[in-house]
């Protein structure tokens, strides 16, 4: 079992920055992907930033460049350094982890305002 907890959400004016993290405990492995998934109310799940265990990364068209995803694997630690925030940004951002099977968190709210 793996156990994930987000932080960092709030409410934040466009144009503004907010960081999330998410930490891992339980049955890890520095050999698993991490990422940040977002949903919007009434819409699907989507992929907002992604890392391989190798640490390649990928990101959404709609956020790169303005987003960056980072991991600690001493700490069990992933982040999402989000800058340049639109509303269309807003949202409930889930951590993914992926070791044998595939992880979520609860989420943590981001809502940006115009």
């Known amino acids: 079992q793996v156990q994930l907890v987000e932080s960092g959400g709030g409410l934040v004016q466009a144009g503004g920055s907010l960081r999330l993290s998410c930490v891992a405990s339980?049955?890890?492995?520095?050999?698993?992907?991490m990422g940040w998934y977002r949903q919007v109310r009434g819409k699907q799940r989507e992929l907002v930033a992604r890392s391989s265990s190798g640490g390649t990364t990928n990101y959404a068209d709609s956020v790169r460049g303005r987003f960056t995803i980072s991991r600690d694997n001493a700490k069990n630690t992933v982040y999402l350094q989000m800058n340049s925030l639109k509303p269309e940004d807003t949202g409930v951002y889930y951590c993914?982890?992926?070791?044998?099977?595939?992880?979520w968190g609860k989420g943590t709210l981001v809502t940006v305002s115009s």
């Open positions: 993914n982890v992926v070791v044998g099977m595939s992880y």
């Open positions: 339980g049955s890890i492995s520095s050999a698993m992907a």
